[in-house]
């Protein structure tokens, strides 16, 4: 931020940095590697599911104690579930997502020269860094990491008598979650404070790119909601090490009465899934920022309603705080309190429709550039809508009831936030690489990545739905110990063969992304011809963003395809090109957008 | 070292695509009018594939789903699903083809130009109104189905039985000729008294404790559930039928059985669910698969989690009266 020049080194450029954008290239390939290990395992459990009998030497090699012969231990499987889910949920899409698109385009979208305090940026990297070390390092202790589900509802995390994943890999699990907590919090706390008082001149709130809209409600529902989690977790340390019963009453459990007296797990399922469920938003809301952005970007067109787009981010956002309950219909609360959430919960769908609704009058009479961006962008838009609207049953508490934690549960939440989410993250990636790098990634690999992705993301979580109206349970470590489930074999050899593929397609990714940084083409300043701010910056990076004066914003950040008549379709461009700067000032007589 | 023989493969791969793309040209990043057609076509392509596996499978997979509903509670939980997914499968297919259309009817081309439309206070009114009204109807129906299956307050005399979860087990207590259960606590449990009830109190006395479920076909069953470890989830998918069980507190749930396990098998949906079962099960060399009404876990629980079972039997009333009146009382059991 500095003007006088200081020196830097090796360690002050790349390791401790306090600029914004190699953090957000530090946060991306540390959300990359935690990727890696998290895809990793579903292909390890899927095989468990697919070939419940068989043995694998993949299995014999990476369980090690925790399998006989290639084939897994039922513990074993349920702790991949959750830290799959764990590592995939927190690591990946939010921190790997927000961590790295909030910090490359808030200063660089809204004008700042880095976010308001670089340090505390620079900590919350570290932070993160922290937490991924210490829930990596808990995968191998004795018996085995956490393995009660993401959600570590006690008195199963609780208890090692219950499950040895309980143990020590437990309380790796609580340390590196609340660690966690502190780096996302202070990003957060940055992200808002950036966006409130960084912006340069002409950048009023209502001329933000949604990207930044996006990062900034997720910001404010962070901090609102993470805390929450972090006293839950406290409070489970608690009853775990030092014999207080928040969660735990009336426990006899290996063949002895525990001395837990007026506790209850349900209150420990209140406070996780108060962040638990807006946690779902602080995953999708990025990536729905970015698909607006590449989206409008891409089909040379402004996006359709822009205050409608910015109202449903923050009423999703408002709604997302009060719809936890629907988590929890059958845990035993008040049924009042289900009618509650019940109608909470259905009143998201109307946000959530408009969103989609824009999007696909957006890609109306465009003049769609279908780059890799982009096709994740409509690909997010379709999975979506396909697991949004599973959304409908499972928030209606009378239907919930019979659906409940089955697979159909499974393929809902990984449709509308896991390959949503996902998307979205790629979609940025490729998309911002270029700012990013400074050089291009490859086209023909990205469209065999699309597509590879997208047709095995449907062919893994489709037949989902089916397997949950069967009425199969999700977290069984085999199906095999129910004759009534039999039919579903075939279904499960289905959906592994997909998910091999859709796993083996992420290495085309990969190559490109690793091979782009080296070897990818020279990027220009603006090759998306977008009107955003971040790409009046120099290719190269410097300390700073802005050489010179950090320019002033004179119109919103959507005037694509503004014509010289507005009526008239064919008319000229009123700008000479298709795009217009936001730093462009209005011409005379022109009316803003 | 195994797992590292498979990381060095991975590394070894990834060295030779490395090295590979030194003499390739890496060239090539931005769409052109081209790729725009290309993928244009690609996106109807894949929304043929897609269309054709939504059908395809939403028929083919009928038979592999869960029967009619078997409690009269239920039948309104079919409807309602019925009518949902039916204005969601309508939404569904509708989005999917704008969405995968669009992308190909608009793809880009060097000279066309792009609509300047920023925004329609109509249109948006529409679409925010219409899932609005729609969504009426279903939090009507559905809350007014909640309110239904969640009251067992105003039925009369129902059938109290208590389900009782340990890892990874299940048993039944009946409430036995006074139709109230005795109190249980962990406290209690001891030797046989496995459910931990207190014997002291006098409404123990008649319990019976069964490790298979009875019930009588048209009569209201008040369910109550207790665990003594961790969470489990008493779940009888037949019936729609969930709840959790949860260690130091009650938790209930009620419906009436509407067909007999005999009946059920006679179910068409039935019989035609389980000849595929069994035709998989012949292959496999297996004994035939019979319908039976179960209890299953669905609250992770631990390694048998996945194995966590209970039967259950609905008979005539008569048939139930005459089954319960064999069974002996937990006074009686205990005391020997």
Redesign the interface.
């Known amino acids: 931020m500095s003007e006088h020049h200081h020196k830097e080194t090796f360690v002050t450029k790349y390791i401790f940095s306090q600029d914004h954008k190699m953090i957000s290239k530090q946060f991306l390939i540390t959300g990359m590697i935690m990727g890696i290990i998290g895809v990793f395992m579903s292909m390890l459990f899927r095989l468990q599911l697919a070939w419940p009998e068989k043995s694998f030497t993949i299995i014999e090699a990476f369980l090690g104690p925790h399998q006989s012969d290639g084939i897994m231990s039922p513990d074993i499987y349920l702790a991949l579930v959750t830290i799959h889910g764990t590592i995939m949920v927190f690591f990946v899409l939010t921190a790997g997502l927000s961590g790295t698109f909030s910090n490359l385009l808030i200063p660089l979208q809204i004008g700042a020269r880095d976010m308001a305090s670089g340090f505390l940026n620079m900590i919350s990297y570290w932070l993160f860094f922290l937490s991924s070390v210490f829930m990596v390092i808990s995968l191998f202790v004795e018996a085995g990491p956490a393995s009660a589900g993401w959600t570590i509802y006690p008195p199963l995390s609780a208890l090692p008598q219950a499950i040895p994943g309980s143990g020590a890999g437990m309380t790796l699990w609580l340390v590196s979650m609340a660690i966690f907590i502190a780096s996302s919090l202070i990003g957060s706390l940055n992200y808002i404070v950036t966006v409130f008082n960084l912006r340069t001149k002409g950048m009023k709130m209502t001329r933000l790119p949604l990207t930044i809209w996006a990062f900034f409600i997720t910001a404010i529902i962070g901090v609102v909601s993470f805390p929450v989690l972090l006293s839950a977790a406290l409070l489970l340390i608690f009853d775990r090490s030092f014999g207080t019963s928040f969660y735990l009453s009336d426990i006899f459990i290996a063949g002895e009465v525990l001395h837990y007296q007026g506790g209850s797990p349900v209150l420990f399922e209140h406070l996780f899934w108060f962040l638990g469920h807006p946690e779902v938003y602080i995953i999708l809301l990025p990536a729905l920022g970015i698909t607006s952005e590449v989206i409008s970007t891409n089909a040379r067109k402004p996006i359709f309603g822009y205050r409608a787009m910015v109202g449903s981010i923050m009423a999703i956002a408002f709604l997302s705080t009060i719809v936890w309950g629907h988590h929890m219909f059958i845990s035993g609360m008040n049924p009042f309190l289900g009618s509650v959430f019940t109608f909470t919960t259905l009143l998201i769908a109307i946000p959530s429709a408009v969103k989609a609704f824009n999007y696909v009058t957006t890609l109306w009479k465009g003049n769609l550039q279908l780059n890799p961006a982009m096709l994740f962008s409509i690909g997010l838009v379709s999975t979506f809508v396909t697991g949004g609207l599973t959304g409908i049953v499972l928030g209606d508490s009378a239907l919930d009831i019979n659906i409940h934690d089955t697979y159909f549960v499974v393929a809902h939440f990984h449709l509308v936030m896991g390959v949503s989410a996902l998307f979205g993250m790629f979609a940025g990636i490729y998309h911002w690489f270029p700012k990013m790098y400074g050089r291009m990634m490859n086209k023909s690999m990205g469209y065999w990545h699309f597509w590879l992705t997208i047709i095995t993301a449907y062919g893994v979580f489709w037949p989902m739905h089916f397997m949950g109206l069967a009425g199969l349970p999700r977290r069984y470590y085999t199906n095999t110990a129910f004759p009534m489930f039999d039919d579903l074999a075939d279904i499960n050899v289905v959906i592994t063969t997909f998910a091999l593929i859709g796993g083996a397609a992420q290495l085309i990714f990969l190559a490109n992304f690793f091979i782009s940084i080296y070897r990818g083409e020279k990027a220009t300043q603006n090759p998306w011809r977008s009107n955003t701010m971040e790409w009046t910056t120099p290719v190269e990076h410097i300390h700073g963003n802005w050489p010179g004066k950090i320019p002033e914003v004179h119109r919103w950040a959507y005037d694509y395809s503004k014509k010289v008549d507005p009526n008239d379709d064919n008319s000229d461009y009123l700008h000479g090109e298709d795009f217009v700067l936001q730093t462009t000032p209005l011409l005379e007589g022109e009316e803003p957008s | 070292m ?2 590292l ?2 990381i060095l493969i991975f590394v070894a791969v ?1 060295v030779s ?2 090295q590979i ?2 003499i390739l040209n ?6 052109n009018d081209k ?2 057609a290309a ?2 076509k ?2 109807i392509y ?1 929304m043929v ?2 269309y054709a ?2 059908i395809y ?1 939403l028929i083919a ?1 009928n ?4 029967p009619e509903a078997a409690s009269l509670e ?1 039948e ?2 079919d409807n ?2 019925n009518i ?2 039916w ?2 499968g309508i ?2 297919f509708i ?2 083809f ?3 259309y ?2 190909f009817k ?4 060097k000279d ?9 206070h109509k ?2 009114l529409i ?2 109104v219409t ?2 009204l729609v ?1 009426v109807v ?2 009507g129906y ?2 007014w ?7 067992i307050s105003a039925e009369e005399e129902p059938l109290v039985i208590e389900v009782y979860s ?2 990874f087990r299940w048993d039944a207590r009946y409430a036995g000729a006074d139709n109230t259960l005795g109190l249980g ?3 209690f ?1 001891k030797g046989i008294n496995t459910m ?1 009830v207190d014997m002291d109190d006098k409404n123990s006395q008649d319990d019976i404790q069964v490790t298979e479920l009875y019930l009588p076909k048209g009569r209201k069953i008040h369910f109550k ?1 207790r665990s ?4 489990h ?1 008493a ?1 009888m ?2 019936f ?5 069980c ?4 009650v ?1 209930e749930f009620g419906f009436t059985p509407k067909y007999t396990t005999e009946e059920m098998r006679q179910n068409p949906e039935v019989i035609a ?1 389980t000849r ?2 069994n035709k ?2 012949k292959e496999k060399g ?1 004994d035939p ?1 019979e ?1 039976d009404y ?1 209890l ?12 966590m ?1 209970m039967k259950i039997t609905v008979v005539e009333e008569d048939e139930f009266n005459e089954w319960i009146g064999k069974q002996a009382t937990l006074a009686e059991v205990i005391k020997q």
């Open positions: 195994l797992a023989f498979y990834g695509i490395w793309t030194r890496f060239r090539g990043s931005i769409a790729d725009n993928q244009g690609n996106a894949f594939i897609l596996t939504m499978t997979m038979v592999i789903m869960l239920g309104h939980d309602l699903f949902t997914f204005i969601i939404v569904q989005m999917q704008l969405i995968f669009f992308t608009y793809k880009g081309e066309k130009k792009a609509k300047f439309y920023a925004d329609s249109l948006e679409w925010t899932p609005a969504l279903l939090i559905g809350l189905q909640w309110n239904n299956v969640m009251d340990q890892q606590n962990v406290n449990i931990g559930f003594q470890d961790v969470l989830s779940y998918p037949h729609r039928a969930q709840m959790n949860v260690p130091g507190m938790t669910k595929g079962i998989i099960r297996e698969y319908f179960l299953l876990c669905n609250k992770i629980c631990g390694a048998s989690h996945y194995n079972q």
